[in-house]
């Protein structure tokens, strides 16, 4: 028995809201809605062979799928936690339009951690309906909901990342960031992206202020998982063979989401395997493509120990598109670079047990084995 899983399902490509940035681009107007069956038999091939599942809902729009759909596939889930004594784990992430009482409640009910997509101050850089989306999140912690939001960083508000985290973290709301692509609508509209060097110098700027924020109330992801970046760790080393997805097409792809349709696993049946779809001759021409990619870009840069080819924002390699590849790579080796910095002297500081002036996470985090 192998440990644990990441299963992507995407029960649509529709959406119901029209983001400037959409990485999904014109896959959104693709109508077709995932079979139950499918689901069944992709949840039931990973029971049979992990114990710890984790299940990201996600599209185009998941809540679409309506909110039966979701009443039926957490009944199947207790299911197989009786007849496989497996754990599972679900994310769920949204633009929350639709997200009603019903749902929430059956979200909650089954533990699930909510992600919505939200930029704070600046939402209607990329998006509409700022005020509905932000009365959802209220709504998902007033009943006690685990919720975080998504919050897209583009040239429209990254300047302003500080203020960002100062807006959530008034009001209380865990955030992750989500620096924009150039894929989709935004490889389109290149107007949306960001300046990597002045993004490194605001982000660099607000990592130091965080760190030191006594203040802090809120779990702000990004910055803590660049608070366990260490020189000679690699930042995800099970990544590979650890993620996979179901599209609404009823068929397995690669990774999770945005995933890379050219690589087709396989359909989900009652005698399905994951781990042999991990095995199969199109998962290794996979493998082999980026094992080229990895020997091209990685060789020579000083940060390939931490990233192994996985990017510190969207954690993952692209495939084949070879300037989507150089932009996420250069940020990422300039990420990884300014935070390994700020680390050390943090390290630094710790040995000579200078730690007062740091937030509770950051003693934490440099404490611990
Ligand atoms: C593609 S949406 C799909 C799920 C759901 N419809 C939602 O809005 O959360 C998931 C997240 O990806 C982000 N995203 C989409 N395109 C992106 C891009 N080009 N760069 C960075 N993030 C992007 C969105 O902002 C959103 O937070």
Known sequence: MIH????????????????KHCFNGNDLNK???????????FIESACKEYEDIKVTFHGGEPTLAGNDFYKKVFKFQEQMTDKYDVKFSNNFT??????????????????????ISFDGPYNSVLRQHSNLVY???CKVKGKGGKVRAFC????????????????FNDRQIDFKILPIEPRGYAAIDRELLMDTKQFIKVLSKAYRYWITDKECQ??????EEFAALRRETQFKPFWFKREIALNPDGKIYPFGRPNDIQFCLGKPSDTFSLNKCFESAEYKRMLDILSRLREKYCMDCQSSQVCNGVCICMSYMYVQQDDLLQYSCNQSKSIFSMVLGINDEIMGDFKMGNTEKYNNIIKRKFTEK
Request: hydrophobic share 40%; aromatic share 10%; glycine share 2%.
């Open 135 to 137: 009365e959802k999140i």
């Open 152 to 167: 897209t960083i583009s040239k429209g508000s990254y300047t302003h990342l500080l203020d960002i985290y100062n807006w």
């Open 94 to 115: 949204t633009n929350a339009l639709l997200l009603d009482d019903e749902l929430i409640d059956l979200l909650i009910k089954n533990n699930t951690l909510i992600n």
């Open 218 to 223: 809120i779990r702000f992801y990004t910055f």
């Open 4 to 19: 644990e899983i990441a299963l992507t399902i995407k029960p649509t490509m529709k959406c119901n809201m029209r983001c």
């Open 31 to 41: 109508s077709d809605i995932i079979k139950l069956q499918d689901v069944y038999h």
